[in-house]
């Protein structure tokens, strides 16, 4: 594309002008600068009604006729800023223009041509003004393109990733954003090496120092544009353009030598689409957040090549080449369906969880990539130095992680806490652990933070007294793995890994074990896979057809029949049976049936599954075979 002006080197290689020979007598380095507008003038102080950029066509007629004369006015026309001098001989000077004024024109360093024949003027000021106007509607085409992309973008909400991707495909150079600590959000390296791009970028970037909210810095040759809005700035949009002008690109906007204009406005509509998204998605995840959790998910379903992967958290600050990488996984003990509770407070549970997790990884001080993975789980990814900081980084974020928690629900009343109590925990008239006695009935270290508070609340275990585990979660009124607590919460970690490539077993392994880890009651810091016991080993083969094989082989006959009679529910039955040791006396009180109903039962499971409860190996199978169906049917 044509800048917006023509350079005087441009208007000497116009018909017109050279129809008239012109040789440059002075001002060789000058001949790049832009003509703005072409001018005939006949008189000395001629550079009084100038305003720079023009470039001066005489035939010397009116010119002085003393050397301090020609000196001043070479002088005058330079310090108003011509882009030119073009002389006509014949008139005045015949063989060529005076010694006088080619020193002083090359002493200053203004472009001076001689045209040794006749050219009508209006010819020459005629192709030039052409020239600017036909580049100035073309610059004019272009800019309403780029608003246009632009306003496209953001009417679309498109994300920060294809912002950037279009100011480089318009620019045909390398665009970056980054936030204010000099970390890369994104980039598009417009064909160019990314690894050259982004090496060392925080220590590069602080050297790069515009004098302006958008401004060029020639030292580095970069563009840079602030990006926020309402008095908010959280980053910097730069686009590199050479000073060369020198860019790759066929599609690239060529700049003029003075100001890069088109790129100016390309620069500042991205960094204003930018912006209006951010402010759109206040609510949502921030920048980096949506960052970390493209590049988790990336590893884990396989979505980006690995090597981008470390190269982007390199740039964002996160080392993960040459570490020891552990995946780590946070969920709540119990989901949250958002059809329970509507999506907005299911997304806010799932935000809290993720801030309390982000957190505790900075009071810990470990360095990592974490996110959201799922509805229900946040993911994070340890960059540790070596293998023997790996258990102490665990215990460390395991033990911030509950401060976290439990700082953040001192204010807040948990499930199943009256809110006359929960009051009096936060104002200080009565102590916190008091109102949680009187909300679940038992010390909260040892019940509803990690225990099942049905014993609590009815102080016996249910099972005993002949009151199901539900009926008791009803009483006390919540899920009791939905509370605030430090207990509500899992954190499972995956094995320890030493390249990125195998990062994504480890955080596979931590998913799995902590949706295993949900069966179980204990309130460990940190499970690991020897935690997760038989019941977690099926839950890990949950997706393995064998597994769902020998489920149907052992209890499909009992499945159909309580299909055919769901009533009566001998699956209930069976398992109440198995669950007890095979004690007909407490499976009966468990499953609230009268001993002989009981014993009924049990001889009708028999029958259906054709063997003898009375077994020890076929009862086992049976009972290996409900905890297999039980992971099955969990998601």
Request: neutral net charge; hydrophobic residues 45%.
């Amino acid at each position: 594309m044509t800048a917006v002006f023509p350079t005087v080197r441009e208007v000497l290689a116009l018909d017109p002008v050279r129809h008239g020979a012109p040789r440059v007598v002075a001002g060789d380095e000058g001949l790049d600068r832009p003509v703005r507008w072409v001018h005939v003038a006949e008189v000395p102080d001629i550079a009084t009604l100038l305003g720079g950029g023009e470039l001066v066509l005489t035939t010397g007629i009116g010119l002085p006729g003393d050397d301090a004369g020609l000196r001043a006015f070479i002088g005058d026309l330079a310090d108003v800023g011509v882009s030119g001098l073009v002389v006509e001989l014949g008139r005045r000077y015949v063989s060529g223009v005076p010694r006088v004024m080619t020193a002083a024109a090359e002493r200053r360093g203004l472009p001076l041509v001689e045209l040794r024949r006749a050219t009508p003027f209006v010819r020459i000021t005629e192709a030039v003004h052409a020239l600017i106007v036909d580049a100035q509607l073309t610059e004019l085409r272009a800019t309403e393109e780029i608003h246009q992309r632009f306003n496209d973008l953001s009417v679309e909400g498109a994300d920060a990733a294809e912002v950037i991707r279009q100011a480089a495909e318009l620019s045909g150079c390398p665009v970056v954003l980054e936030n204010l600590s000099r970390q890369v959000l994104g980039y598009d390296p417009a064909g160019e090496s990314a690894e050259l791009l982004l090496d060392g970028w925080e220590q590069h970037s602080r050297r790069i120092r515009p004098a302006g909210r958008t401004a060029y810095d020639a030292d580095s040759g970069w563009l840079v544009t602030t990006v926020g809005a309402r008095g908010q700035d959280w980053g910097r949009l730069l686009l590199r353009w050479p000073a060369s002008g020198d860019v790759p690109s066929a599609r690239a906007i060529e700049p003029t030598a003075a100001s890069p204009t088109r790129l100016t406005i390309l620069i500042e509509r991205a960094a204003s689409t930018l912006a209006l998204g951010r402010l759109i998605r206040r609510d949502a995840e921030g920048l980096e957040r949506q960052i970390h959790r493209t590049l988790l998910t990336a590893l884990l379903d396989h979505s980006r090549p690995v090597d981008e992967v470390g190269l982007r958290a390199k740039a964002l600050g996160v080392v993960l080449d040459r570490r020891h990488l552990v995946g780590v996984m946070v969920r709540h003990r119990a989901d949250d369906p958002a059809g329970e509770v509507g999506p907005e407070v299911s997304q806010a549970r799932l935000r809290d969880l993720s801030e309390a997790v982000g957190q505790a990884l900075r009071e810990a001080k470990l360095t990592a990539l974490t996110s959201a993975v799922d509805d229900n789980s946040v993911g994070a990814l340890l960059a540790l130095p070596d293998p023997a900081a790996e258990d102490r980084a665990l215990s460390a974020f395991a033990s911030a992680l509950r401060r976290v928690r439990l700082d953040a629900g001192a204010g807040r009343p948990g499930p199943g806490v009256e809110p006359a109590r929960a009051a009096s925990a936060v104002d200080g008239s009565r102590p916190a652990s008091d109102a949680s006695r009187a909300a679940v009935g038992a010390d909260p270290a040892r019940n509803g933070f990690g225990v099942d508070p049905s014993r609590a609340a009815f102080g016996v275990d249910p099972s005993r007294a002949g009151i199901g585990v539900e009926a008791a979660r009803s009483r006390v009124g919540a899920d009791p793995f939905r509370g605030a607590g430090p207990g509500a919460v899992i954190v499972a970690a995956g094995s320890g890994v030493s390249t990125l490539r195998e990062a994504r077993r480890s955080l596979v392994e931590a998913r799995q074990i902590a949706e295993a880890a949900r069966r179980d009651r204990r309130d460990l810091p940190i499970f690991r896979l020897p935690h997760v016991g038989l019941a977690g080993l099926l839950h890990l083969l949950r997706d393995e057809p064998r597994l769902q094989t020998f489920v149907e082989r052992e209890l499909g006959a009992l499945l159909e029949y309580d299909a055919r009679h769901p009533r009566e529910r001998l699956l209930d039955t069976l398992r109440a049976y198995l669950e007890q040791g095979r004690n007909k006396s407490a499976g009966a009180a468990a499953a609230h049936l009268s001993r002989p109903a009981f014993y009924e039962r049990l001889a009708r499971i028999a029958r259906i599954l054709d063997v003898d409860l009375d077994s020890v190996e076929a009862s086992l199978s049976l009972h290996v075979a409900l905890l297999a169906l039980e992971a099955v049917r969990t998601p």
